[in-house]
């Protein structure tokens, strides 16, 4: 027990380019002082939604950098608009997300954009499908988005500015080429999307404030390359949210005011940019109070139902996320058991 738990607060041995941090923190800083002193606090929560995009730089070239990011870009912006004009008829919801899903996780693994892959773009449209937003108003609130993907491009280009190694060019295939290395890719994705087509239907007939956290946490736990992989994640979230609930109770006790919280919220997110990939559940602790601190801020109140709803909802969407990649991983291992897929499809004696 004592080594598991070793195991799951293990940090790993990855470099960070600490300004790379640094201007993360920065970005998120602009967005939110942006909408503080225009008054308007969409533009902090749209916006903050398209700092997202600079999760996905790469130390390629430039070109192929900006190719990358504004292709991503479009994508994760058409999942916000398709999820926010979804909400107006509940029912298509779980047939989008799942559309997206596929999409998502069938190109990007393809393009080995392997982490985050799409779970942005499934808390993005999942959270545009919970947000009850007038027809008229969808596409100029969605618009915000786009301010928050150009700052996070041109950031990234600054951070690409400041690498010690040379940039490694992604090697240019066609895409039959790839799907030939990767057949397995389009399994997954219908696996993937079937799950979360599954979560997101649970999540509307449970009826849960903020439904959109059960999605998430799903998706988050099928990041995992493998099932111990998403069996150690199902583990992290849980206690990292724990802790994390904790943390945050104490902030919104202690009657922050708004400037304080928005100082605060930037801070976090450098944190987590930090440690994401080095603990999955120490940066839990901090994603944790930083979402709920844009949620409180966006809606201009807070209520003591955000900490339950967070922990019911990820308590959920954990559990169906490992009990799917479980199913999934043993039915793979008694299809190839009947099939022999490990087996070439040449015909004996060729």
Not at 28 to 38: P, T
Not at 40 to 58: D, E, H, K, P, T
Request: proline share 3%; charged share 10%.
């Amino acid at each position: 027990m004592v080594s598991y738990i070793k195991e799951i607060f293990r940090f790993q041995p990855i470099k960070t380019n600490p300004i790379r941090v640094l201007i993360a923190g920065f970005c998120v800083l602009m967005i939110l002082l942006a909408g503080y002193f225009s008054g308007n606090m969409y533009i902090a929560s749209f916006g903050s939604l398209g700092i997202f995009i600079f999760a996905y730089y790469q130390n390629i070239p430039k070109s192929q950098l900006v190719q990358r990011l504004v292709i991503v870009s479009i994508y994760l912006y058409l999942c916000l608009l398709t999820g926010m004009l979804s909400h107006q008829l509940q029912w298509v919801s779980p047939i989008i997300v799942a559309i997206f899903a596929f999409l998502g996780r069938f190109l990007f693994r393809l393009h080995g954009i392997s982490k985050p892959g799409p779970f942005f773009a499934i808390m993005i449209i999942t959270m545009g499908a919970s947000m009850q937003v007038p027809i008229a108003s969808v596409v100029p609130l969605s618009s915000y988005f786009l301010v928050g993907a150009v700052v996070s491009i041109v950031a990234s280009l600054l951070v690409s500015l400041t690498e010690k190694e040379k940039p490694t060019a992604l090697e240019k295939l066609t895409f039959k080429e790839r799907l030939h290395q990767d057949p397995g890719s389009i399994l997954d994705a219908i696996f993937y999307s079937g799950t979360l087509f599954f979560a997101t239907y649970l999540s509307q007939g449970l009826h849960f404030n903020n439904a959109y956290w059960l999605v998430v946490s799903c998706a988050a736990i099928l990041m995992g390359d493998n099932l111990r992989a998403m069996a150690h994640r199902h583990v992290q979230r849980i206690l990292g949210t724990i802790v994390g609930l904790l943390i945050t109770a104490f902030i919104f006790n202690i009657h922050l005011n708004s400037v304080a919280m928005l100082m605060m919220i930037p801070l976090f997110f450098m944190v987590v940019e930090y440690l994401i990939m080095k603990n999955y559940a120490v940066a839990t602790f901090f994603t944790t109070p930083m979402a709920l601190m844009l949620t409180t801020l966006s809606r201009q109140q807070y209520s003591n139902t955000l900490l339950t709803d967070r922990m019911i909802g990820i308590v959920i969407g954990s559990v169906v996320g490992v009990l799917a990649g479980w199913i999934f991983t043993v039915g793979i291992e008694f299809y190839n058991k009947e099939f022999h897929l490990h087996q070439t499809l040449e015909k004996e004696g060729d």
